[in-house]
């Protein structure tokens, strides 16, 4: 299966936290870092995940928002330190690769955002993913 997802960050699940309706999938990426995914129980059920199951966590690019400062008084769980490794601009959005340990993740933002955060190859960003956008596969 292809999928036009940019981020497929490869990982391994160190906990999982079932609710009612959602549970809370903890995986450890290649690089070290730790990502929180929210998921539907069910789905959690379905993939039967568990900790050491192989995962694939799916990102899409419009969900990844960029920080330039210290990020503080959030409630966005998954903060990948990285540094901006490409910008390609548009007349309304712009495509930011960020190499995060382990791995490169793809952003999508406006145009204007780049510019006022002053996005430029070489400049230190937190990549911000809100748990319930990201997406588990298992091989």
């Given amino acids: 299966m ?11 699940v160190t906990a999982v ?7 809370t999938v903890r995986v450890r990426l290649s690089g070290g870092q730790d990502l929180t995914a929210a998921i539907t129980r069910e789905s ?4 039967a ?6 995962v694939r966590a799916l990102v899409k690019s419009t969900e990844v928002a960029l920080a330039t400062g210290r990020v503080e008084g959030l409630s966005i769980r998954n903060r990948l330190p990285g540094t901006v490794t490409a910008l390609t601009t548009g007349a309304a959005m712009a495509s930011v690769a960020v190499a995060v340990e ?12 780049a510019d006022d955060l002053g996005l430029a190859v070489g400049v230190p960003v937190v990549a911000l993913i809100k748990s319930t956008e990201v997406s588990l596969a298992t091989p």
């Fill in 2 to 12: 292809s999928l036009s997802i940019r981020n497929q960050l490869p990982g391994t």
């Fill in 17 to 23: 936290t079932p609710g009612e309706a959602m549970a």
């Fill in 44 to 47: 959690a059920e379905d993939l």
């Fill in 49 to 54: 995940l568990s900790p050491g199951t192989a």
């Fill in 102 to 113: 382990g791995a490169e993740l793809t952003a999508a933002v406006t145009r204007r955002a």
